[in-house]
């Protein structure tokens, strides 16, 4: 797939710069217990690539030289790295705020009986894929009995406090689109899930964030089998709203791979396009202790205007939801 993109014509997305460290994102393997059809990561119950301990503490000695304030973890399924918790502990004795991105299913895993009572004793941010309402769509995207799977698990982690009022425990869902489109406008979007899993299941939650899907790995693999993939770039590219590019996730994060080299975004990563910085055609984190990243040049191709598309997309959902009228325009 990387060489694949590389090939389709260039659609020239603007040049930006880094402002001021906020958040370091960390890929902490792509072992998954799903094999999920929208996955830019292609992860799998059969991928390998784990972070060891060693990374981990380099991990730990950046986010203390970053001085980032969050930590956002994710993979594959974080949850199955056996560090994970050494991690999250670490980052919240500092202070840092710690992001879960949860595939809800994860919490049904034997051996991890107990990962949401860890979660909620240490104040985690729960973000968490379900991209869909409607079981059929769900199962569809994510495999047989997911759904099932996840109510279960958001059941279980609204017992403990998450997404209740005043309970200071954060429950964030995720919607990805089914197939080559936008979005649909995130604030509309959420009523109808805030409506439809309370009144059918109880189940409780804080905000719902709208994904647009990348065209890389998994989902760019199928959009190519499908003879979709020039097409839904046509789409991206008419729905670019410029505004969009103030506000674009890699701004102010630095994705971080099981190996512990740096990227602008997640995407990068998955594309190995590495963070450019001074000479170097790729950095680790420890060449990066001390450096200060502020108007660094962002690495930037074709796929990132998946994050600047009608309202925009980034992993905290959209950018402005009022820019559905400039996707729905494009269409």
């Known amino acids: 797939m990387h060489a694949t993109l590389h090939l389709m014509k260039s659609r020239n997305f603007p040049h930006i710069k880094r402002f001021a460290l906020d958040t370091l994102q960390v890929n902490l393997g792509y072992k998954c217990n799903q094999t999920c059809l929208h996955c830019h990561v292609n992860a799998g119950p059969d991928r390998k690539e784990v972070m060891t301990p060693e990374t981990v503490d380099q991990v730990i000695a950046y986010l203390d030289a970053s001085g980032a304030k969050t930590l956002d973890l994710t993979g594959g399924a974080p949850e199955l790295n056996p560090e994970f918790r050494r991690l999250v502990a670490a980052a919240r004795e500092r202070g840092v705020k710690v992001i879960d991105r949860c595939n809800l299913t994860i919490l049904d895993e034997p051996g991890?009986?107990?990962?949401?009572?860890?979660?909620?004793?240490?104040?985690?941010?729960?973000?968490?894929?379900?991209?869909?309402?409607?079981?059929?769509?769900?199962?569809?995207?994510?495999?047989?009995?997911?759904?099932?799977?996840?109510?279960?698990?958001?059941?279980?982690?609204?017992?403990?406090?998450?997404?209740?009022?005043?309970?200071?425990?954060?429950?964030?869902?995720?919607?990805?689109?089914?197939?080559?489109?936008?979005?649909?406008?995130?604030?509309?979007?959420?009523?109808?899930?805030?409506?439809?899993?309370?009144?059918?299941?109880?189940?409780?939650?804080?905000?719902?964030?709208t994904i647009t899907n990348m065209p890389i790995q998994r989902f760019g693999s199928t959009l190519i089998s499908k003879g979709q993939f020039e097409q839904?770039?046509?789409?991206?590219?008419?729905?670019?709203?410029?505004?969009?590019?103030?506000?674009?996730?890699?701004?102010?994060?630095?994705?971080?791979?099981?190996?512990?080299?740096?990227?602008?975004?997640?995407?990068?990563?998955?594309?190995?396009?590495?963070?450019?910085?001074?000479?170097?055609?790729?950095?680790?984190i420890t060449d990066l202790m001390h450096a200060d990243l502020t108007g660094n040049p962002i690495v930037v191709r074709d796929h990132c205007y998946g994050c600047t598309a009608g309202q925009g997309s980034s992993c905290g959902g959209a950018l402005k939801p009022d820019g559905e009228d400039a996707a729905l325009a494009a269409e």
């Open 112 to 209: 991890q009986e107990d990962l949401a009572r860890f979660l909620a004793d240490h104040h985690v941010e729960v973000v968490a894929s379900l991209p869909c309402y409607s079981e059929d769509n769900v199962d569809k995207q994510r495999g047989k009995g997911v759904f099932d799977k996840s109510v279960r698990a958001l059941k279980t982690l609204n017992a403990l406090g998450y997404g209740q009022p005043g309970s200071g425990l954060t429950l964030n869902l995720v919607y990805n689109p089914q197939g080559p489109s936008l979005p649909p406008n995130q604030e509309r979007l959420e009523a109808d899930y805030h409506r439809f899993l309370f009144d059918n299941f109880g189940v409780v939650f804080n905000q719902l964030f």
């Open 232 to 284: 839904y770039m046509d789409l991206l590219v008419q729905s670019f709203v410029p505004t969009n590019l103030d506000s674009v996730m890699c701004r102010s994060i630095v994705s971080i791979d099981w190996k512990g080299f740096v990227y602008d975004c997640d995407f990068n990563q998955m594309l190995g396009l590495p963070l450019e910085h001074g000479d170097r055609l790729r950095s680790h």
